[in-house]
DNA sequence: CCAGTAACTAAACAATTGGTTAGAAACGAG
DNA sequence: CTCGTTTCTAACCAATTGTTTAGTTACTGG
């Protein structure tokens, strides 16, 4: 009986991730979400249920982009250097045409006040707890005892974190570089 | 003839920066920067011309923070373990009274649309390439050719972004855990 | 004491924010 | 066709944003 809908809720998460992607929360508005979208606030609304709403939707959606990388990661049986090729993935889909749009949630992170919007935080909390436990995983297959895996579990995000940022302002060099280093560092620890 | 100024600025602009440097630029409002600061809208452009000439001039007072560091590091002659008490003691100055606030430079940078507001931009790059030299000055009188001293004065710049970004989400014992272990990596590169 | 200049108070400014709502339009079962 | 249900359009909401301005107060050189 009722009036069909004339859009998909998939497709237009689709392009309000992309929006917030580049903007970042703050820096957009309900008006640019109406325009990105092809909807109306209405609809917005009756979807979404708020702009928080919209939001949490996409950091499910730009979590999904990563399935496939992570589903590589989890099969490899290369152990560090796996976790290695995870971050230059992970850099791929940061690579906008032209620039690096960081990591939405790590960017995410950086801008908000903290004590508010723990939903939102709670979903970011999510995805690096996920991360951190696969690190872990991979680096007991590497041979380390459950201490030291979770030491370097731990510096692995904050590392990952750190590429992230640099991705948006240093030369893409600069960040590989860094990469490099980084893991030339951490296998060197590994052989004594 | 005129009347008296009831404030200094330099007074005014230390509890602004404060402020910005908790909120952020666009969570710290017009009204919020008067009941701070302590002076009236009108006082307030008057002196400063506006909210980005505020945040400015705050930029300018957080860099004058860094002054003590920044002389010690010069004067010393411990090369690389100079540079990472300068870490140290940057960590310092990000701490508020329980947790971490991280650099005002590198959260601003983490929370602008790039593209505009280019005045904020040229202070913050001022600050990281004074840095900069400031590293490559100090490898160079570690021994290390122009070259690699570039490459690692990058690296650190990176490095003490990462810092910022790390020390305002995990505990502090995982951050110094992330110095050691960066400048241990460091110096296992020079030996050979 | 007085006049001129600057700093103050407080109200208002237009624009934009996230969010709501009344009514028209589109559908499908009866 | 008609009725009930749902989606859509578009105007509107109060609140807040950064900024300005008219009018008052306070100081000081003459």
């Not at 090729?85 to 032209?98: G, M």
Request: with cysteine; glycine share 4%; hydrophobic share 35%.
């Amino acid at each position: 009986m009722p009036r069909k809908k004339s859009y998909e809720d998939n497709h237009v998460i689709e392009k309000a991730t992309q929006l917030f992607w580049r903007n970042g929360y703050h820096n957009t508005s309900m008006s640019l979400l109406e325009s990105t979208m092809g909807i109306n606030k209405f609809s917005i609304y009756a979807s979404f249920g708020s702009k928080q709403g919209v939001f949490i939707a996409s950091l499910q959606a730009y979590r999904a982009l990563h399935s496939p990388a992570i589903i590589k990661l989890k099969q490899s049986d290369q152990g560090l250097m796996a976790i290695k090729a995870f971050f230059y993935d992970c850099l791929d889909i940061y690579h906008d045409t032209d620039c690096s749009k960081g990591c939405l949630m790590s960017n995410t992170r950086a801008q908000l006040n903290s004590h508010k919007e723990t939903k939102v935080l709670a979903e970011i909390q999510s995805f690096v707890d996920y991360q951190r436990q696969l690190f872990i995983d991979k680096l007991l297959e590497h041979g380390l005892d459950q201490s030291t895996a979770n030491k370097q579990a731990n510096y692995l995000i904050i590392t990952k974190q750190s590429i992230s940022a640099a991705s948006k302002v240093h030369p893409i060099e600069q960040v590989h570089d860094y990469i490099e280093f980084t893991f030339n560092a951490i296998s060197a620890t590994h052989k004594h």
